[in-house]
């Protein structure tokens, strides 16, 4: 089947994109507003884009709450969604108002970040502490603006909790990374394989 997205006629139930580009990361964005106001909340559109520097961005479908927070403190902290915490990251992403602490909504340790005014997950096996780099609203192809915000980060520290640490690696077998599949699925990454990249002939 082929069918063009400004049409959107591909026949099925639900729109197939999201379950294309799978699975996806999830950046679970911790936040502080400039009112003092706390904020946890998932987003999929998160990934990593460099290593030097370390650079992160979620992307918010308009301007949330973390969005919001991130714009007036220039800090975020993204913490790393296992299959323990499943259940609570998805509480955290109920529509609630401005100010509720979803920390204490979804049961959650909520710690306060080392470098940055921003709170994170206690019981996230590993934190990412970021500062703002850019915030970008993307255009489409005719130039008006989409309906999303990048988000993008520089890391500037990192917690790990040294159970998921095996023989000077992160094991993804103890770890069980959360990543979000199409529609209302989800997956577990503790099934690992390794390839190791090809070598240049001499």
Same mark, same amino acid.
């Given at each position: 089947?082929? !069918? #063009? $997205?400004?049409? &959107?006629?591909?026949?099925?139930?639900? *729109?197939?994109?999201?379950? /294309?580009?799978?699975?996806?990361?999830?950046?679970?964005?911790?936040?502080?507003?400039? *009112? =003092?106001?706390? &904020?946890?909340?998932?987003?999929?559109?998160?990934?990593?884009?460099? *290593?030097? @520097?370390?650079?992160?961005?979620?992307?918010?479908?308009?301007?949330?709450?973390?969005?919001?927070? +991130?714009?007036?403190? =220039?800090?975020? $902290?993204?913490?790393?969604?296992?299959?323990?915490?499943?259940?609570?990251? &998805?509480?955290?992403?109920?529509?609630?108002?401005?100010? #509720? &602490?979803?920390?204490?909504?979804?049961?959650?340790?909520?710690?306060?970040?080392?470098?940055?005014? +921003?709170? !994170?997950?206690?019981?996230?096996?590993?934190?990412?502490?970021?500062?703002?780099? %850019?915030?970008?609203? @993307?255009?489409?192809?005719?130039? +008006?603006?989409?309906?999303?915000?990048? /988000?993008? =980060?520089?890391?500037?520290? /990192?917690?790990?909790?040294?159970? /998921?640490?095996?023989?000077?690696?992160?094991?993804?077998?103890?770890?069980?990374?959360?990543?979000?599949?199409? !529609?209302?699925?989800?997956? %577990? =990454?503790?099934?690992?394989?390794?390839?190791?990249?090809?070598?240049?002939?001499?």
């Amino acid at each position: 089947m082929f !069918y #063009t $997205t400004d049409s &959107n006629r591909h026949g099925l139930a639900h *729109d197939p994109f999201k379950a /294309i580009v799978s699975p996806r990361p999830i950046g679970w964005i911790g936040s502080k507003g400039r *009112d =003092g106001s706390i &904020n946890l909340a998932p987003y999929s559109f998160f990934n990593a884009v460099a *290593d030097r @520097p370390k650079l992160v961005m979620f992307s918010s479908a308009g301007k949330k709450h973390s969005q919001r927070n +991130a714009a007036e403190t =220039g800090v975020f $902290t993204c913490n790393f969604v296992s299959r323990n915490l499943a259940e609570k990251m &998805n509480l955290s992403s109920a529509p609630l108002p401005y100010g #509720t &602490n979803e920390f204490e909504f979804a049961g959650l340790t909520q710690k306060q970040a080392e470098l940055i005014d +921003a709170p !994170y997950v206690g019981e996230a096996f590993a934190v990412l502490e970021c500062r703002v780099t %850019e915030i970008i609203e @993307p255009k489409t192809l005719s130039g +008006a603006p989409s309906e999303n915000v990048l /988000i993008f =980060g520089e890391v500037v520290g /990192i917690h790990i909790d040294e159970a /998921i640490v095996r023989d000077g690696r992160l094991d993804m077998a103890i770890a069980r990374p959360v990543a979000r599949m199409g !529609y209302m699925d989800y997956s %577990e =990454g503790s099934d690992v394989f390794e390839m190791l990249r090809p070598r240049a002939e001499a």
